[in-house]
């Protein structure tokens, strides 16, 4: 069982920064993925970016250019660098991470972190 917890969220104008980082409870070199979703109220949740153990990153049109993410090995951590945040970007900020085992794998959610930019 992997615990994750967000951390980092908040309020920001327009066009300002956030760090968000998720801290997994176990090394992240037994992850095959993680990455950041958000769901904004009304919405269904949508993938942000994600980073495989491999390394490979992708991101979502709406956010190429803007948002970086980035693993802390030695922290068993993963960020999210959103820059020139727009006020459609509000929404809760969930990390998730899934374990390939065998021919299955096990998905993993964080409690979420709220981040709101007002215009």
């Known amino acids: 069982q992997v615990q994750l917890v967000e951390s980092g969220g908040g309020l920001v104008q327009a066009g300002g920064s956030l760090r968000l980082s998720c801290a997994a409870s176990?090394?992240?070199?037994?992850?095959?993925?993680m990455a950041w979703y958000r769901q904004a109220p009304g919405k269904q949740r949508e993938l942000v970016a994600f980073?495989?153990?491999?390394?490979?990153?992708n991101y979502a049109d709406s956010v190429k250019g803007r948002f970086t993410i980035s693993t802390d090995n030695a922290k068993n951590t993963v960020y999210l660098q959103m820059n020139s945040l727009k006020f459609e970007d509000t929404a809760v900020y969930y990390c998730?991470?899934?374990?390939?085992?065998?021919?299955?794998?096990?998905?993993?959610w964080g409690q979420g972190t709220q981040v709101t930019v007002s215009s």
């Open positions: 980073v495989t153990g491999g390394g490979i990153t």
């Open positions: 176990e090394s992240i070199f037994s992850i095959n993925k």
């Open positions: 998730y991470a899934r374990k390939i085992r065998g021919l299955g794998a096990n998905d993993y």
